[in-house]
Every structure is written in structure tokens, then in C-alpha cells.
Nanobody, 128 residues
Framework: VQLQASGGGLAQPGGRLRLSCVAS????????IGWFRQAPGKDPYWISS????????YYSNSVRGRFSISRDSAKNTVYLQMNDLKPDDTAVYFC??????????????????????WGQGTLVTVSS
């Protein structure tokens, strides 16, 4: 069971990036997948989650309207499209899977403890 995140890099303010999270050992459509980010010296911060099957997509207030989460079942991959990037979006971004289905049971998507499988991070830097 593994998650592999990629797609980070350097973007200018107002620019865009698309992060990918490729899963192996399980089917992404069967579980909630979340994206978190962590800036230096700070705790992980929840960005977005896509619930299993068609139960919905969820966003933090700081990215709603700018970021979009999606899933490609054929590629077993979850994407995070990030538009209108801001310097405050600079962080290491992680994808995570809730393989215990806690989010399905309690509807809480924003807590890192709800996710038991994490990928390595990918660095996003927004700077002119």
C-alpha cells in the first residue's frame, strides 16, 4: 500500500500547478483521499478531500474556488489542480488515504489523524 505524490515546483503568484497522487495496493475510488500541506515550523494543514465513490469533494476555506480535487479511477490517481496561486500556498504538499474509512463513519475530513497512509511530500513554492 503506497501513495506517490508529484507535480510540485516553482510557480509565480497567480500561476497554476497540478499535483498528482498515484496509489498502489488499493483502489482510490474506494477510500477518501486527502491533500494536506505543511509549511516550515507549522502543523499539517488540511486542503481538500475527495470522498469514496461519489460522496463528494471538500475544501478548506483558504483554497475553495482556487483549488480543485479530482480522481481518475483508470489511473488510480487523485489530482489537485491549484489555480491563482499565492505566496501563502508555499509548502510541502502531502496526499493521504483513509483506509480505515473513518471519514465515512464520522464525516470529519480535515483532521490528519483520520488518514492512516501518507505519501511523501512534494514541494510547492510560489514566488516571483
Amino acid at each position: 500500500v503506497q501513495l506517490q505524490a508529484s507535480g510540485g515546483g516553482l510557480a509565480q503568484p497567480g500561476g497554476r500547478l497540478r499535483l498528482s497522487c498515484v496509489a498502489s495496493g488499493f483502489t482510490v475510488s474506494d477510500y477518501t483521499i486527502g491533500w494536506f500541506r505543511q509549511a516550515p515550523g507549522k502543523d499539517p494543514y488540511w486542503i481538500s478531500s475527495i470522498a469514496r465513490r461519489s460522496l463528494g469533494e471538500y475544501y478548506s476555506n483558504s483554497v475553495r474556488g482556487r483549488f480543485s480535487i479530482s480522481r481518475d479511477s483508470a489511473k488510480n490517481t487523485v489530482y489537485l489542480q491549484m489555480n491563482d496561486l499565492k505566496p501563502d500556498d508555499t509548502a510541502v504538499y502531502f496526499c493521504a488515504a483513509d483506509l480505515n474509512s473513518l471519514t465515512y463513519q464520522n464525516g470529519i475530513y480535515y483532521q490528519p489523524g483520520q488518514y492512516n497512509t501518507w505519501g511523501q511530500g512534494t514541494l510547492v513554492t510560489v514566488s516571483s
